[in-house]
C-alpha cells in the first residue's frame, strides 16, 4: 500500500489530536477544594436520602410533606401527583461537564390531599454535561 503525503499528514494530525484530547481527559486532576465540594455534595445527597425515606415514608400527610421540604431547605412545589424540591448545589464535576454545577432534590408521589403514596426518590446530576 503506497501512502500519499496528504493522507500522512491527515493521519498524524488525527492522532496528535486524539493523544492530546487522551492526555487532558486523563491528566484532569481535580484539586483539594473541588475534592471537598464534592465530599460535602455527597454527604448533602446521603443525608437528604436517609431523612426522606425516614420522615416521607408512606402515609405522611402533607403538613409532614410541607415540614420536611422546609427542613431540609428544598423549595417545594405540589403537582396533582408529586411533591417535589430541587436545589442548585457545587460539586466536583466528573470530565465531560462545562462546570461543577449540580441539581439536588426530592420527589415523592402524593395523593390529590398531599399525603405520600410511594417512596421518596432522592437524586442529583451535574448540569452542563456531554
Known sequence: MKWSLPRTVTLLALMLGLTGCVGYILS??????CKRRETAYRARAEALDRNAQEKLKIGTKKDDVIRFFAENGLPLTFTRAEALGDIHVEGCAPTGCGSDKAILGVHVKVDESGTVVSKPVV????????
Open 28 to 33: 484532569r486532576h481535580p484539586d483539594e477544594a
Open 123 to 130: 437524586g442529583g446530576i451535574y448540569k452542563n454535561c456531554l
